[in-house]
């Protein structure tokens, strides 16, 4: 039986930060998230005043535009994600060129929406990127599971005195090795026939294990180690 403190830990709405330069159209996704049920706890114009109002707002989720005064969104993006690792960071821009959707997924980003998506897709895109999944406009999917495999074909930079590597259980390694193979958390929940939160958990605790940061760099070790072959 839930706790009341686990029930009201459950019914916490999703913290969220708008970012975006152009002040309607922040004020307008602000608006849909906020009558959306969610927490609009900050929203920025340019990437300096982004990456203060973040670490000070502790959002859940960034929705954050590329094109930023200041400091472009890629590198609001890896700055974020790289001191505060349980953020999630969901680029929601005008562009659907494949070299931007390839910066935000090296930078960190768990999705790609482009801006003529409707309002429920990005209500959906938040809630399941706040999950851990990865949400990408249709058709980029398959594009950035081709990165996750570049990046992993690249030699890692050697390291020296480099530690022997963590344990990790068996069931870490399979929802690993599941990862690896661009499922999504409710994916391997349903196949391992776990709860999503349980799948969550194992996320975090491999990332903690292996010393990584996010999706991406979880994808690249998997693949590295050969846990994506059938």
């Not at 790289?82 to 910066?103: F, I, M, N, T």
């Not at 499922?183 to 349980?198: D, F, G, P």
Request: proline letters at 6%; glycine letters at 8%.
């Amino acid at each position: 039986m839930s706790t009341p403190n686990t029930q009201a830990s459950e019914a916490r709405p999703i913290k969220v930060m708008v970012v975006d330069d152009h002040p309607m159209w922040r004020d307008a996704v602000a608006r849909d998230l906020a009558e959306s049920g969610f927490d609009v706890v900050a929203t920025a114009g340019d990437g300096p005043q982004a990456v203060r109002r973040a670490g000070a707002a502790g959002p859940d989720v960034l929705v954050l535009d590329l094109n930023l005064p200041g400091m472009p969104g890629v590198q609001v993006c890896k700055e974020l994600v790289g001191s505060h690792p349980g953020l999630r960071v969901l680029v929601l821009s005008a562009s659907g060129e494949h070299a931007d959707v390839l910066e935000a997924v090296k930078s960190g980003a768990t999705g790609y929406l482009l801006k003529s998506a409707s309002t429920q897709e990005l209500t959906d895109a938040v809630r399941a990127t706040a999950a851990g999944d990865p949400v990408f406009t249709p058709g980029l999917a398959g594009l950035v599971l081709g990165e996750y495999r570049r990046l992993a074909s690249d030699p890692a930079p050697a390291a020296s005195n480099e530690p022997k590597a963590p344990q990790l259980t068996e069931r870490e390694t399979e929802v690993l090795r599941l990862v690896a193979k661009g499922l999504s958390y409710k994916q391997i929940a349903e196949r391992l026939v776990i709860s999503h939160r349980t799948v969550q958990n194992h996320v975090q605790n491999t990332l903690g294990k292996l010393q990584l940061h996010n999706r991406v760099e979880l994808v690249r070790y998997a693949i590295q180690a050969g846990l994506d072959d059938d």
